[in-house]
Structures are given as C-alpha cells and as structure tokens.
C-alpha cells in the first residue's frame, strides 16, 4: 500500500513521482519518508511531483513501471504531466511467455466460506436479481418494449424485481460480423442469470429477425423465453402483456436460498478516472477480485484499449501458453482495430483523465489493471461469450462506459464494480456498483456512489476495508439495491464496427 504524509502519496519505493492527495502551492515543502519535496509549481489534486531531478529522454517511473519519458528536463518538485511527459508505447508488439509461478501458487488452495442468498436457477446458474427483460432485437419496437415494460410493471411488476425494456439502435441494416456481433451480445444479454424470464421482442422484417436470431440463441428454456413478432399480431401490447403474465409466472416460483459465494461473477469497469483511481478504488477492486477468485468465484476485466501499455503484467499471469497467446491476441487484435480505422493506437487519456491527473496511456492503463489484482488469467472471452473456468478472464471490447458494461453483462456478470474518480451516473441492467476514488466525489455525489474507496488515503486499513467492501457486495448479491437501481440508471449500448445499409 502507498505511503502517505497527508499531502502525497508514493505508490512503490522505486517511483520517480509522487501523487497529491489535495491541491498543493508552489512554495511549499512537505516530507515524504526522507524525502523532502519544495514545490516548485502548484500540484493539482491526483496531479503527480517529481520526486527527483529527471533529465529529458528518462523514464517516469510510478507503480514502480515506466509511465512513459521525460520530454524536458524535470526538477525535483516540479509538476509532472502533459507538458513535460509523453508515451512510449508505438504500434504492436512482440511478447514471450514468462509465466508468474509465485503468483499461481497464491491461487493454488480454493476456501469457501462466504455465501450470499441468490436465485438459483434450472441450469445451475445464480441470479442476484429475478427481473423479467424485454429485449428487442431491433431499434425499430424499442418504445413498443418500453410501453409493455411500463404497463406490465402496473399490472405484473409486484411478483418479481421488475420488469424492464432493454433497448439499442441495433439489429437492422448490418452486415457480416457486424450483425453477428449484435446477435452474440443479444444473446448474452438473453441469457444472464438476473433475468428470471425474457421476452424476446421483434418488429419481422429486420436483418436480426427471429429466423435469424434463433439458431444464435440456440437451445432456451420455453419457460423462461417466449418471443413476440409485432407485424404478425394485430395487437402487440395485448399479445405482449399476455406473454409477459406468463413469464411473470414463471419467475415468481424462483425464490432466494442460501449458495456460496463461488456462484458469483463480477464485472470490472472503471469510468472517468483521475490520479487516485489506480491508487484507492482500482486497488480495492483489485483485492475484491482476489477475494472472490480464492473463494472459486469469477471475475471479468475488460477494456482492452486500457491494458495497453500494461499487458506483460497480464500476460505473465496466463495459467498456460494457449491463455498467453490469447491474450496477445486480443491485445494485438484490438491494435489492428485502431489501425483499420487510421487511429493513433495511444490516443488515450481523456480529456477528464487529464483533468483528473492521468498523463500517458501507461499511467492509465497500469492504474486500469490494477481491478484484475494478483490474481491467475484463466481465459480470454469474446462478445456475448460465458466464461469457462472460474478465476479471471480478459474481455474484448472498448473502453467505453456503455459499451463495456452492456459487453460484462452479454458475458454473464451479476454485479458490475464500477470505479470513478470524476462522477458517473451510468448503471447497467445488473446492479452497479460505483466506488469512489476519492472522498470529495462521495460527498458531492451520493445519490451515484455507493462506496468511498477514497478513505485509504484517509488512515484506513486496506485489509479492513477490502473486507468491508466484501460485504457490502454480498449484501447486494442478497438484494440491497445500488444507486443505478434506485435511481433508475439501466442501459445497454451495443458495439458497432461495421456498414449499415
């Protein structure tokens, strides 16, 4: 865990950098261990100072990993960002295997003896939730789904968690891979535990109509999913609203029992990030993961653009040479995406990032995997695609808040943890959680953060709070709704790398 002195923080003993737990003043003099810093500019807040003199051309040095070089000579107590540091990262790679075996031997022994209440449904799977979803297949019945959503929760909404209408812009006017794309995510969607029952929703006439869909979807419980073609009813709404009875049926008999917490599959997000997000909430995410993972539960980390930078420490943690490669895969793959496309690869942080205090692509991306912990990569996932072997996966997919939520809960995500260091009110269709990097977002911002992982900069005990958090999750997992449920925050974006007609 860093250091702090009230003022700075140092994550690792071999940084070059420090960072500013609170707006600092040129002038100002501050010891950290025994180093003394005389600020030689102002610091912004989650803004990083030079430690020591570093000459142009030399590595910053933070999460004891380079974060990129010097573009000028840096003086000790200077501020160090934008101005004066810059990347190294430039296009693909070529990586070896060099498997972690310390890190394996951590992982070896599974204990199982945390539990929350869940659904259990026919296939073995757990749901945290028991709500009924209206997935349209297409764009063209999203406001037909919502009215049946409003109206069935009038008449049928007291038997279950609710139901609720999932709608996208997607599903007509795609093409090839694009089109399948859609499909898998849909499917995965279709297909997560939270949902006790799903009405398949489509208008007839579109590219991902049900001839089409259907063989994607594959083998279903009737009972579970029933689907509804607007153009071959005369009445949709009193034919939906028939369907939506029966599904509210079906998922009423599910009830909550007892099951351990290996059932659990939780998704890794973070959203407007700034200086303390790797240091506070990413970190804490980091140690949830491990908890969850030595309990035989799953986890699922994704935002592939942000492991740019950090990938070798991913990579040695693949528990195989098929892992590995899949792993270079998906980092290469998403490299040649930006290509195609005439993208700077690096062209990452964001504007807000920047704000918030993160410099190059490293910082972020070093700070980013901090959610994966310590824990063994057990397999690589593709959109839509379920996990196979409890412990860690990779997901592909952007980093966009929307898009990678919708991609954690089409892969089969309970709960998603979703970390902010500047605010985001976004939710997903399963309860997410959001964990503050910082306690000034707490205050300011209760009605979007569930959690304050800002208070490990405050004095708190990192083991104390990481059981704390523990928790806190597996009251969620039993049913104590998040801020996104309460408030309404409940949205799915698909991704889209393709024509429209």
């Known amino acids: 865990m860093a250091q702090s002195e009230n003022a700075l923080i140092l994550i690792s003993d071999t940084d070059s950098v420090a960072v500013a737990v609170k707006d600092l003043k040129a002038g100002e003099t501050y010891t950290l261990g025994s180093i003394t810093i005389a600020l030689s500019t102002d610091i912004p807040f989650g803004h990083k100072v030079a430690l020591k003199d570093i000459k142009a051309g030399e590595h910053v040095i933070k999460y004891g990993q380079s974060i990129g070089h010097a573009t000028a000579d840096i003086t000790k107590g200077e501020h160090v960002h934008t101005h004066n540091v810059k990347t190294n990262l430039s296009d693909l790679l070529e990586y070896e295997y060099h498997p972690n075996k310390e890190i394996f031997k951590q992982f070896s022994e599974i204990k199982k003896d945390k539990y929350f209440n869940g659904y259990v449904r026919p296939d073995g799977s757990v749901g945290i939730r028991n709500e009924v979803w209206i997935i349209p297949t297409v764009g063209c019945v999203n406001n037909t789904a919502k009215l049946l959503a409003d109206e069935g929760n009038l008449i049928y909404g007291g038997k279950t968690d609710g139901i609720f209408a999932y709608t996208h812009n997607m599903g007509c006017s795609q093409l090839g891979d694009d089109l399948k794309t859609t499909?898998?995510?849909?499917?995965?969607?279709?297909?997560?535990?939270?949902?006790?029952?799903?009405?398949?929703?489509?208008?007839?006439?579109?590219?991902?109509?049900?001839?089409?869909?259907?063989?994607?979807l594959g083998d279903y419980d009737t009972n579970r999913v029933k689907f509804l073609v607007t153009q071959e009813v005369e009445d949709e709404y009193e034919e939906g609203l028939r369907l939506l009875e029966e599904l509210t049926d079906y998922a009423s008999k599910m009830k909550r029992e007892k099951v351990s917490a290996d059932k659990l599959v939780l998704g890794f997000k973070c959203g407007g990030s700034d200086g303390f997000s790797g240091i506070t909430a990413n970190a804490l995410c980091g140690k949830i993961?491990?908890?969850?993972?030595?309990?035989?539960?799953?986890?699922?980390?994704?935002?592939?653009?942000?492991?740019?930078?950090a990938e070798t420490l991913l990579m040695e943690r693949a528990v195989s040479q098929e892992?590995?490669?899949?792993?270079?895969?998906?980092?290469?793959?998403?490299?040649?995406?930006?290509?195609?496309?005439?993208?700077?690869?690096?062209?990452?942080?964001?504007?807000?990032?920047?704000?918030?205090?993160?410099?190059?692509?490293?910082?972020?991306?070093?700070?980013?995997?901090?959610?994966?912990?310590?824990?063994?990569?057990?397999?690589?996932?593709?959109?839509?695609?379920?996990k196979k072997e409890n412990g860690l996966n990779l997901l592909t997919g952007s980093g966009n808040d929307q898009v990678s939520c919708t991609n954690l809960v089409a892969s089969g995500a309970q709960m998603i943890l979703f970390t902010t260091g500047r605010?985001?009110?976004?939710?997903?269709?399963?309860?997410?959680?959001?964990?503050?990097?910082?306690?000034?977002?707490?205050?300011?911002?209760?009605?979007?953060?569930?959690?304050?992982?800002?208070?490990?900069?405050?004095?708190?005990?990192?083991?104390?709070?990481?059981?704390?958090?523990?928790?806190?999750?597996?009251?969620?997992?039993?049913?104590?709704?998040?801020?996104?449920?309460?408030?309404?925050?409940?949205?799915?974006?698909?991704?889209r790398d393709g024509v429209i007609l």
């Open 423 to 495: 605010g985001n009110p976004f939710g997903s269709p399963v309860p997410t959680v959001k964990i503050s990097s910082n306690s000034k977002l707490f205050e300011k911002k209760q009605h979007w953060i569930d959690y304050n992982a800002g208070k490990l900069v405050e004095g708190k005990n990192f083991d104390e709070v990481s059981e704390d958090f523990f928790d806190y999750l597996l009251k969620v997992a039993s049913g104590e709704k998040t801020k996104n449920e309460i408030y309404g925050y409940k949205d799915i974006s698909i991704f």
């Open 289 to 309: 993961n491990d908890i969850l993972v030595k309990q035989g539960g799953s986890t699922i980390l994704t935002e592939v653009p942000e492991m740019f930078g």
């Open 183 to 216: 499909q898998e995510l849909l499917k995965g969607i279709i297909n997560n535990p939270n949902a006790g029952a799903v009405l398949v929703l489509s208008l007839g006439c579109e590219n991902n109509d049900l001839d089409n869909f259907k063989p994607v």
């Open 323 to 386: 892992v590995f490669e899949d792993v270079v895969h998906l980092i290469n793959n998403y490299k040649n995406y930006f290509k195609k496309y005439n993208q700077t690869i690096y062209e990452n942080p964001s504007p807000g990032n920047k704000k918030g205090g993160i410099t190059t692509l490293e910082d972020k991306s070093l700070g980013c995997i901090q959610k994966g912990g310590n824990a063994p990569v057990v397999g690589v996932l593709n959109y839509g695609e379920p």
